[in-house]
């Protein structure tokens, strides 16, 4: 979700997702980390790899699936964070 999450903002090359990732949640993936999850939203037609431009590197845009599959879950943390508070209240 959290590359979903990065690329939701546009098109951007594997170290422009990590840095975005550690910049707005703290966590810190690592390439194989990284790369394997590009590798798997791909696979799952969420991501789409585009020409490679500057020194190599590939990057990467969401799909319309990818936003929608984006959409969803976050719609499914936001109940269950309603849940969530909810159960602590009582």
């Not at 993936?29 to 790369?35: K, M, N, V």
């Not at 699936?65 to 976050?74: N, W």
């Amino acid at each position: 979700m959290l590359v979903l999450a990065s690329l939701s903002a546009g098109t951007k090359h594997g170290y422009a997702i990590i840095l975005d990732v550690v910049q707005h949640s703290g966590e810190r993936l690592g390439p194989g980390t990284l790369y394997g999850a590009l590798s798997r939203l791909e696979e799952m037609g969420l991501i789409a790899p585009l020409a490679v431009k500057e020194r190599g590197r590939r990057p990467y845009r969401i799909t319309e699936a990818g936003r929608k599959a984006l959409k969803e879950r976050l719609s499914e943390f936001a109940r269950y964070q309603s849940i969530l508070a909810r159960l602590s209240t009582r």
